[in-house]
């Protein structure tokens, strides 16, 4: 049966993907995209569009009236370098979007919400190595603290009034389809952009920065998962950590290498080194296999051919 889905944020890194992968299960005019901007042409093109900030609770409730919307994606949000620079601004946007879905859920105006929480909630008081599910949380950063928070109201909201909310802390995630904007992990994309186009790049992390990261398929695929997975098998209703790869600045460039002997790279760390050593190195996902059966596909290998391919597909 197709669901009526709505993406808050449906033209980012990963709103782009997961409309598409949406709109080929659910069928094109039941996902209505929607942003405060336009997305690429295959987003544009596919189904329908809407203009939307997340902020205006009035504007999201009449879209939702008027498609009939049944579930929510809300993947609007500053992410955690341009946090950093805008502090409020990242609060407010992070939190009023989260408190605008939660609110259409507790009033029965839609079924099911998801929303993403991040590696980011966790600090540098946090166990560095396969960080468990629960465990000392004190993140640094606006957009870490703005998950955490995030992560206790939609508990909250569960427990309380019954809203069926799912959330996936997410890895750095790598895609060639569509850049990412703003986050301290972007480094992992642009890396391939400019091996391809410059065979360099000067890395803004330093060279034994190890980070947990994902392939956008696996990504998708376990948003996909978690949300048709039956009610009564969820134990978290906060977040559920995510592991995938991990990797330093300088595994991924020998990976590249392997494929592009002659690429290079230095490296000039800047203020987003900080908030990279305060985050975890990799992360146990143990709950995510026992309660929904999670399990990745893509290796730092399999994932830099992935990508070179990707990049070399959409220039061609
Ligand atoms: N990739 C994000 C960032 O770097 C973390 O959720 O901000």
């Not at 709103?15 to 039941?30: F, Q």
């Not at 042409?41 to 049944?70: C, R």
């Not at 955690?80 to 009033?107: H, I, Y």
């Not at 595994?251 to 987003?272: G, M, T, W």
């Amino acid at each position: 049966m197709a669901t009526k889905i709505l993406i808050i944020g449906a033209c980012g890194q990963i709103g782009t993907e997961l409309t598409l992968a949406l709109r080929e299960k659910h069928g094109e005019n039941n996902v209505i995209a929607s942003d405060i901007r336009e997305g690429n042409d295959d987003l544009m093109q596919s189904g329908p569009f809407e203009k939307l900030d997340a902020t205006n609770y009035k504007a999201i409730e009449d879209i939702v009236m008027h498609y009939e919307v049944e579930e929510v994606y809300l993947m609007a949000a500053m992410l955690s370098a341009t946090a950093e620079k805008f502090p409020m601004r990242g609060w407010n946007l992070n939190m009023d979007s989260l408190f605008n879905v939660l609110n259409l859920a507790k009033d029965k105006k839609i079924d099911k919400v998801f929303w993403p929480s991040s590696i980011a909630v966790f600090g540098p008081s946090t166990p560095k190595n396969d960080t468990p599910q629960t465990t000392v949380m004190e993140p640094t950063t606006v957009y870490g603290i703005s998950k955490q928070t995030g992560e206790r109201w939609c508990e909250y909201y569960h427990n309380k009034y019954g809203v069926d909310v799912r959330s996936i802390r997410y890895p750095g995630l790598i895609s060639y389809k569509t850049q990412p904007g703003g986050g301290t992990t972007d480094y992992a994309v642009e890396i391939f952009h400019e091996a391809l186009a410059k065979q360099a790049y000067t890395s803004f992390l330093s060279e034994e920065t190890a980070l947990p990261m994902m392939f956008m398929d696996d990504a998708i695929r376990a948003t996909i998962s978690l949300m048709e997975a039956p009610a009564e098998s969820l134990s978290i209703r906060s977040s559920y950590n995510l592991g995938g790869i991990s990797f330093t600045p300088k595994q991924l460039a020998e990976s590249i290498k392997a494929e592009i002997p002659a690429f290079k790279i230095d490296y000039e760390p800047d203020f987003r080194q900080p908030i990279a050593d305060s985050w975890p190195s990799s992360i146990n996902d143990e709950q995510a296999q026992k309660d929904w059966g999670w399990q990745h596909e893509y290796d730092l290998e399999k994932m830099t051919k992935a990508m070179l391919n990707g990049l070399k597909s959409l220039k061609s």
